[in-house]
């Protein structure tokens, strides 16, 4: 299988599976230099783990992670970090027959038509656990970023038709509730939906906003690796993400160019905005106002209810899906959402390093 490795400069390749022993990621690019511990990884995956919640998995891992190499007393060498989170939950009988038929929304029917086997044991690598390896390096390059000014903020923007209340918008709130909403009264409103929801054996829909603070102007490239086309293409690969947008996203459609195009004005002898339709992106670069990027999920295909869907011998049959699942993916996603844009963001920086003469001459001086 290729596929699995990303990046340029910063790279990371995952593996592993669901029920399979063990998943991890090696992060190649890293500088040296950077303090790093295994406290700073477990962070991260400490907000995507599943068991932890009533509105996840069941499924209870610790995903307690190890550095197997690239650090050394406490600080990065520069050499390849690798990392495995092991598994200790899986019940792999749960999915014995799966093996027979294609799950309605799952990559069954896509796996056995591309390779003609499949690992069906919880979905194997297209199981949301093989984002264990994303989240684990983007702790590392959200560390990096952190160094040179970037943050970010990442929430669920909704859930079903109940979105957030902008007026209401409360960052310390995010981490303080378990569908990492940023307002209280849109978080009582979507746990009612989703508890209704799960109650009918079913599943629901998300959207996850990432904004980035601190982003210098002039990142990214002018035609194909445009910093746009490389977030959407990152976070498109993250398993049920079906749209994203930058900025207004689908509603510059609707809008006049004198609303939509972005003033540019001098405050405070640096150049501002005097609004930030784009998201932070002009021309496939950065523009130096925050990144606003939103990751539309799909609600998540394992459900109790009945579906149409056929077997191996061409069948039509009916189903309903067995095992441990997510009644929603948004909330544990927002740290996967976050994790590729830093990875993407990161790279992109790193690629930027060589774009003018004058900075190389004045590096090496």
């Known amino acids: 299988m290729s596929g699995s490795i990303y990046g340029n400069k910063f790279k990371i390749s995952t593996w592993g599976e669901s029920h399979g022993k063990a998943l991890g990621v090696v992060v190649d690019g890293c500088p040296a230099g950077l303090e790093l511990s295994e406290e700073d990884i477990q962070k991260y995956l400490n907000r995507r783990r599943p068991g ?56 069954d029917y896509t796996f056995d038509q591309k390779y003609g086997f499949r690992d069906y044991r919880g979905g194997g690598r297209s199981s949301g656990r093989e984002t264990i390896g994303r989240v684990a390096a983007g702790a590392i390059a959200a560390k990096i970023l952190k160094e040179l000014g970037i943050t970010f903020t990442t929430y669920v923007a909704s859930i079903g038709d109940v979105s957030i209340n902008r007026d209401k918008f409360d960052e310390s709130f995010i981490l303080q509730n378990e569908l990492n909403m940023p307002d209280k009264e849109s978080y009582e409103k979507a746990s009612i939906l989703l508890s209704d929801t799960m109650a009918q054996n079913d599943s629901i829909g998300s959207c996850v906003e990432c904004i980035v603070k601190g982003m210098p102007a002039g990142i990214g490239e002018p035609v194909f690796d445009k910093l746009d086309a490389n977030l959407a293409k990152a976070i498109m690969s993250i398993g049920a993400v079906k749209a994203i947008e930058i900025g207004d996203g689908v509603e510059v459609s609707k809008n006049t160019g004198s609303y939509d195009n972005d003033g540019f004005i001098i405050e405070n002898d640096s150049v501002n905005k005097t609004s930030n339709h784009s ?37 039509n049959i009916e189903v309903c899906i067995k095992g441990r699942h997510d009644p929603i993916i948004g909330p544990r996603a927002v740290v996967v959402v976050e994790s590729m844009a830093a990875i993407t963001i990161l790279d992109s920086l790193f690629d930027n390093m060589s774009s003018r003469l004058d900075r190389i001459k004045s590096f090496y001086k």
């Open 279 to 315: 998201g932070g992106i002009l021309g496939g670069m950065s523009d130096g106002s925050d990144i606003i990027l939103k990751a539309h999920f799909k609600a998540t295909p394992s459900i109790a209810s009945k579906q149409q869907t056929i077997n191996k011998s061409g069948d």
């Open 52 to 107: 932890f919640s009533e509105f996840s998995t069941p499924r209870k891992e610790s995903d307690a992670v190890e550095i197997l190499s690239g650090v050394f007393e406490g600080k990065t060498t520069g050499t390849p970090i690798s990392m495995i989170v092991r598994n200790t939950s899986q019940i792999s009988a749960d999915y014995g027959d799966i093996a027979t038929y294609y799950r309605p929304g799952h990559a």
